[in-house]
T-cell receptor, first 112, second 116 residues
Framework: DAKTTQPDSMESTEGETVHLPCSHA???????IYWYRQVPLQGPEYVTH???QNTTNSMAFLAIASDRKSSTLILPHVSLRDAAVYHC?????????????FGKGTQLIIQP | GALVYQYPRRTICKSGTSMRMECQAV??????VAWYRQSPQKTFELIAL???????KYEQNFTQEKFPISHPNLSFSSMTVLNAYLEDRGLYLC????WGGGYEQYFGPGTRLTVL
């Protein structure tokens, strides 16, 4: 059963900031929100994760709603290399920590 | 850094034959290894979860008789697809995690299986 909902695709232009939404209305208290991305012919690549507070790293900013029922992955100043399928995944703290349930993700298309 | 290698990257086998794929963790200890299959339609299926010194847990619709897995140490795992048929085609991904190092699961590039 899919526990997250994402748009099938989004399109942007190089240099813009992209907001990728994810809905997880049934998230439980011990579940983290993880984001992976996948380019063709490669396995998924870790992007970021968070529990309740917004997080930031060199790749992206993760904004988590106060009720944790949704989150947004923010990619600043995207380039062509950011074109990928972005997966939003819920992950348990211990139980199920190694069972990542991937959906179809959001195909991010970047125009030059 | 943590890297996961998979070999071979691509393989073609005849229907009814078997093929073995390998997963190598470099730069961290692969306490657990999860094997996934990504179909040509891009959907993911978890095949099994292997933890060193523990029993391998297969997901529904996947069996040890069809997908035997070996996880002999903290850097290596292998899986064999026995009697491969058309429905077994796809990208087989290995995701490894170090239980003592955090929650990130690192993925290899996958082994793409084509069945003729």
């Amino acid at each position: 059963d899919a526990k997250t909902t994402q748009p099938d695709s989004m399109e942007s232009t190089e240099g813009e900031t992209v907001h990728l939404p994810c809905s997880h209305a049934t998230i439980s208290g011990n579940e983290y929100i993880y984001w992976y991305r996948q380019v063709p012919l490669q396995g998924p690549e870790y992007v970021t994760h968070g529990l309740q507070q917004n997080t930031t790293n060199s790749m992206a900013f993760l904004a988590i709603a106060s009720d944790r029922k949704s989150s947004t992955l923010i990619l600043p100043h995207v380039s062509l290399r950011d074109a990928a399928v972005y997966h939003c995944i819920l992950r348990g703290y211990t139980e199920g920590a190694d069972r990542l349930t991937f959906g179809k993700g959001t195909q991010l298309i970047i125009q030059p | 850094g943590a890297l996961v290698y998979q070999y071979p990257r691509r393989t073609i086998c005849k229907s009814g034959t078997s093929m073995r794929m390998e997963c190598q963790a470099v730069g961290f200890q692969a306490t657990s290894v999860a094997w996934y299959r990504q179909s040509p339609q891009k959907t993911f299926e978890l095949i099994a979860l292997s933890t060193v010194n523990s029993a391998i847990k297969y997901e529904q619709n996947f069996t040890q008789e069809k997908f035997p897995i070996s996880h002999p140490n903290l850097s290596f795992s292998s899986m064999t697809v026995l009697n491969a048929y058309l429905e077994d085609r796809g990208l087989y991904l290995c995701g490894a995690r170090d239980w003592g190092g955090g929650y990130e699961q690192y993925f290899g590039p996958g082994t793409r299986l084509t069945v003729l």
